[in-house]
């Protein structure tokens, strides 16, 4: 797969794109929650081909960068990629230098650290830790409280997802859940959670999966639309 990368100009700001050429018959573009703009197009497009077809959808590309910002802005997407603060259970924090060796104290919107901590992949996963733990209770109490949908001897584990929030294993009785998971609220995780409940009597997404969603949790269209807000977690290179 060749990939090409360029920068384009959409309003007098300049925004990451790039070209993979594929075994497919159309071209298609997206604009991804980081805001850059991914193109795949078949193989015998040329380069000049694919511009044009970006300047063809100038409108488009400007109305969805347009709407993408918003979240991007509301979300600290900049500030995360520049692991200059965290999402944890819906909540912000700005990471602070304090000067005692405490690994990690919550205060209001700040998160002190100790000055020489590195803000890697590890420290990451060690601040996340109790999280996953309550993440693991919740689904205990949960198995409880559905205990009329998912088996007895479901169990949860965690991974780190690039496509989806979660999954269900229908058949081993498996439910996967994002790592990310951790940085959105508990209302958000329950819908999840309930989401592939449900998947233990409808496999797909169809209307009956629908509705029994709708039935355990009617305000779920909201809770998926604020989902999508984290999006940009699952990127490469953000956690
Ligand atoms: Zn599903």
Redesign the pocket.
């Known amino acids: 797969m060749e990939k090409n990368a360029l920068k384009i100009d959409i309003e007098g700001n300049l925004y990451d794109c790039f070209i993979s050429k594929k075994k497919i018959s159309r071209i298609i573009m997206k604009v991804n929650a980081l805001l850059q703009i991914n193109i795949s197009c078949p193989l015998i497009f040329s380069q000049s081909k694919c511009l044009d077809f970006i300047d063809k959808n100038s409108e488009w590309l400007k109305t969805t960068i347009k709407e993408r910002r918003e979240i991007y802005n509301k979300m600290h997407v900049v500030e995360c990629l520049e692991r200059k603060g965290i999402w944890l259970k819906g909540k912000y924090y700005n990471f602070q230098y304090s000067n005692n060796n405490i690994l990690y104290l919550f205060d209001k919107n700040n998160l002190y650290i100790p000055k020489k901590q590195i803000i890697d992949k590890t420290f990451i996963e060690k601040l996340r830790k109790p999280f996953y733990n309550e993440i693991e209770n919740m689904f205990n109490s949960f198995k409880t409280i559905y205990s009329n949908i998912i088996p007895n001897d479901t169990i949860l584990t965690f991974k780190r997802l690039k496509t ?1 929030w ?3 294993n229908y058949k081993k009785n498996i439910i996967v859940i994002n790592k990310a998971l951790v940085s959105v609220p508990d209302e958000i995780l329950q819908f999840v959670f309930i ?2 409940f ?2 233990f009597i409808f496999p797909n ?1 169809g209307i009956k ?1 629908k509705e029994k969603l709708n039935s355990l949790l009617p305000n779920y269209k909201v809770l998926e639309k604020e989902l999508k807000n984290y999006n940009f977690l699952l990127e490469k290179g953000v956690f």
Do not use: A, N, R
């Open positions: 989806k979660g999954s269900c989401h592939e449900v998947h997404h999966f």
